[in-house]
């Protein structure tokens, strides 16, 4: 039995998950109360995107066999903050710090936790914690620099990532932090070189994939403006993120009014300069994907949900902005319609494509169906019938369209609705 | 009403080993032993050390009766598959029929070490009886107990120190000594199929023929132009397209020894840390050449260096490392052929010149090769209206072991459906077309990753191949 657990660890720790599961399998189905062999099968499928929620259920099992194993509790936490579930596992980690106060790796997973919070000054803490503990613990380092990272606090993290790179100048994590620190500090270019480096050292970490294609993005200033403020509401707590958005709305809205009262003009000049604020933080992301489309050896970076996201975004408003200016210039409603639905529709799919959360596909992706058929069948009805006036149904979805992508942008910030890979 | 059934399918495809086995089994089930026996000849006759009929009929023996000639059947099958585990449990419950207790645990323990799923605690239970006994009797001054289930008390006496068990434990344990045939039994590739029963794959077919099979072959005009026959190949790509089957072809076309290592054997060797063992098999090698080595899954023993935490598992890669330069004795025409669906695990180190320097991309298979493949894997089986082409065009990315699955999809359920008619239901276009839309292609997962490390990671372009093959690079 301690043979296939044997094997199954080799395997693992050469990636080989599934041949490794199988081995673990074997040992468990050998003797079904053997610790090691689900803290083992755990462990393999911890790295395995999809395959979390099991992890969880075998690990419990191990916690339910020996409760009073630290690194039970400890590897639960871990697997906890991947799934996403913070709270739960700071629960976890302070159950396992509670049973091994000493122990380093209790304190990292500590951090991570906080860090899937977005409490980022605890995380700092933790890490700290866990380092004092065992300064050779590159996890906790990468986890400091992180947790410096998002406080802003760039200086100190520039420190904290050239120590990390000096101690594992081979670690994937370690070149993809220095990319992400590169990025805050606005050097796109080195970011770049520390994205490919980690890819080059590990391939398959998606993560570094990821920042490379933001690297790319922001080679315009365009989105390297975005990246600012993205990283400054980041920073701040989730609370003051809320009152930030709502404080800006009524901001507008009485600025409008006294404007108003001087002249008509100015108060549209500021509605239509907050609109294409709003539109720009939302929208960035999917036009810096499209601009990324139109360079070949960029472009390959990109998955095909990517580019999807780029074509319906980018070209979507881009496309929308030709119809509309079309339908103006002829005054063609067809062109109108579809101009509307092209055009609106760059909003849910800058929600829908790269979503992680499912109830936020199925609304996003409901609203996007909705503005891309409703826009044809309208505009093909409208093309029929030569008709030079929008019909009452056609002015009706277009004021559904507006209302519907103004709804977006506030829905769109609810995080249920809303996830984004962890970075 | 069951066995007639699997009889009637047994009736259409006679020399299927795995249905006789069935049927042999079943018949056991409903003691028709020498219809059992039959059957499990008939196994034998095809491939005469196929371990599951001969234990079978060491079965049908004991229950006629006969158990002393089962047991001598028995011992002749664990000495030829050594790793058959349901041999070693018969052999213990006879030998413990017989009394032997002692003898009884051994084999026992073999069978379940070797087979955990065996684990039978009453067995074990009346082994310990039957041993316990033998104590106790001897406490009670070697007192002869009434011999309750026939002859089955001789075991009470047994002596342990018993000549015949210390064989039984070199065989296992002194693996350091294990003689050259020994050794060719474990690692002998048998040349039991060529490159006829491959699909496709012609490129890599002719790949092999060059850089394999005719330097082998014609060692001495190599030479002549200042080529050598050996070195290293390697073939990578995506898993189930048939690098496992092609190298077992070559054994089977090569006019040379074959020795094939698997991932088991080459985690046996990682978990007893037994360099010695690695370099025992590349000796047999060399006294054996022309040869070829065959590592399958190779990158689990020249895995990255950087990735091993304990240095023990670096001395493993390294004593590698220096077999393939041939520091321990000439690697003249020793040919060192490694499969991996893994490249990018590989330590660089092994991509060097004089090491694994030829290098085959091995592709799912095109339009016409799984045209091919879906012939060779209709072949003697009771089909009706298949049509190869259109399932080629169907199955559009599919391995050879996606294209496998579909068909063993097909065929479990017509068999099933067979059962229950006691008829032979022949798999229809129907029937796999369906399949195919339940089996995943699995060739795209491997070519995502594949496309990262071909982007960032193709130093002395390594992955060329993988560009040219999604069209990145002409
Ligand atoms: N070209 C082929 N012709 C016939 N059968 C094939 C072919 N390719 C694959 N198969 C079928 O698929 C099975 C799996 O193939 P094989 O074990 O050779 O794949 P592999 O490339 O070694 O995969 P892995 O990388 O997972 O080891 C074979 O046993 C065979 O049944
Ligand atoms: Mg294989």
Known sequence: MQDYILRGR??????????????????????????????????????????????????????????DHAFNHALRSLILSRLARGRDASAAADQAIGLDPDGSFNHTVKAEAMLV??????????????????????????????????QGRNVEASVAVETLLADAPDSPFAHLNAGWACLRSNDHQQAEVHFRESLRLDASLDAAREGLIESFKARSWLYRLYLRYHF??????????????????????????????????????????????????????????????????????????????????????????????????????????????????????????????????????????????????????????????????????????????????????IPTLRQEKPR | MELDALRTALAASPDNVPLLLLVANACIDQFSLDEAQNYYERVIALDPRQPEA?????????????????????????????????????????????????????????????????????????????????????????????????????GAYYDPDDENEEEDEDFFLDSEEESDAEMEREFVQKADISFAQVGGMDRVKEDIRMKILYPMQNKDLFAAYGKKAGGGVLLYGPPGCGKTLISRATAGE??????????????????GKSEEKLHEIFALARRNAPCVLFFDEVDALAADRKDMR????????????????????????LLVLGATNAPWHLDSAFLRPGRFDRILFVPPPDEPAREEIIRLLSEGK?????????????????????????????????????????????????????????????????????????????????YDDILEYLGLKK
Not at chain 1, 26 to 47: H, T
Not at chain 1, 119 to 128: L, P, V
Not at chain 1, 133 to 140: G, I, V
Not at chain 2, 311 to 328: C, H, K, W, Y
Request: aromatic letters at 8%; a positive charge; one cysteine or more.
């Open chain 1, 117 to 150: 919070q977005e409490k980022w000054k605890d995380a700092e803490m933790a890490a700290r914690k866990a380092l004092a503990l065992d300064s050779d613990n590159t996890s906790a380092r990468n986890l400091l620099a992180l947790a410096l990272q998002y």
């Open chain 1, 232 to 413: 400054f509401m980041q920073r701040i707590q989730s609370g003051t993120r809320w009152a930030l958005i709502i404080g800006l709305i009524l901001a507008v809205n009485l600025g409008s009014k006294v404007l108003q009262t001087i002249h008509p003009l100015a108060s549209t000049v500021l509605i239509t300069a907050y609109l294409i604020f709003v539109l720009w933080v939302w929208l960035a992301s999917g036009i810096g994907h499209f601009l990324i489309l139109l360079d070949p050896s960029a472009r390959l970076a990109l998955k095909p949900k990517e580019r999807a996201e780029g074509i319906a975004v980018g070209g979507g408003l881009l496309a929308g902005i030709a119809c509309i200016t079309l339908g103006i210039l002829w005054d063609s409603p067809a062109f109108w319609l579809l101009g509307a639905g092209l055009g609106c529709g760059a909003m849910p799919a800058s929600l829908y494509f790269t979503n992680e959360s499912s109830n936020g596909r199925w609304i996003f992706g409901l609203f996007l169906a909705f503005l891309y058929g409703g826009g044809l069948i309208l505009a093909v009805t409208a093309w029929i019938s030569g008709a030079k006036v929008l019909t009452g149904r056609s002015e009706t979805f277009i004021t559904m369209a507006l209302i519907g992508t103004m709804l977006c942008t506030w829905i769109g910030n």
């Open chain 2, 382 to 462: 009771p089909t009706t209206g298949i049509d190869a082409a259109a399932l080629a065009r169907k199955t559009k990315d599919f391995s050879g072991a996606d294209l496998k699955a579909v068909f063993d999809q097909s065929i479990e359920s017509a068999l099933t459906e067979a059962m229950k008619t006691g008829k032979i239901v022949p798999v229809t276009q129907k029937e796999l077309l369906l399949a195919c839309k339940q089996v995943k292609p699995s060739t795209r997962k491997w070519f995502e990753s594949a496309k990262n490390y071909a982007l960032y990671a193709n130093q002395s372009g390594f």
């Open chain 2, 54 to 154: 001969r234990t079978g009929i060491a079965h049908v023996l004991n229950l006629k009766g006969r158990g002393s000639e089962a047991i001598l059947r028995l011992e002749q099958v664990c000495q030829d598959s050594p790793r058959h585990a349901p041999a070693w449990m018969l052999r213990a419950k006879l030998i413990l029929a017989e009394g032997n207790a002692t003898e009884a645990r051994s084999h026992y323990e073999q069978a379940v070490a070797l087979d955990p799923t065996l684990a039978d605690a009453d067995l074990v239970t009346r082994i310990d009886q039957a041993g316990g006994r033998a104590d106790s009797s001897r406490r009670n001054g070697g007192r002869i107990r009434p011999q309750a289930a026939g002859d089955s008390q001789a």
């Open chain 1, 10 to 67: 080799l395997l693992r720790e050469q990636g080989r998950y599934p041949d490794a599961e199988a081995y673990f399998r074997q040992a468990i189905g050998a003797s079904p109360d053997q610790v090691e062999a689900y803290i083992e099968l755990a462990l393999c499928l911890l790295p395995q995107e999809g395959r979390r929620r099991e992890a969880l259920e075998i690990i419990d099992r191990c916690i339910q066999l020996e409760p």
């Open chain 2, 254 to 271: 090569i006019k040379a020894k074959f020795l094939s290592i698997g991932l088991h054997q080459i985690l046996d060797m990682w978990i």
């Open chain 2, 310 to 333: 304990t240095s023990a598992g670096r001395t493993l890669i390294n004593q590698f490392l220096a077999e393939m330069d041939g520091t321990s004795g000439s690697n003249d025409g």
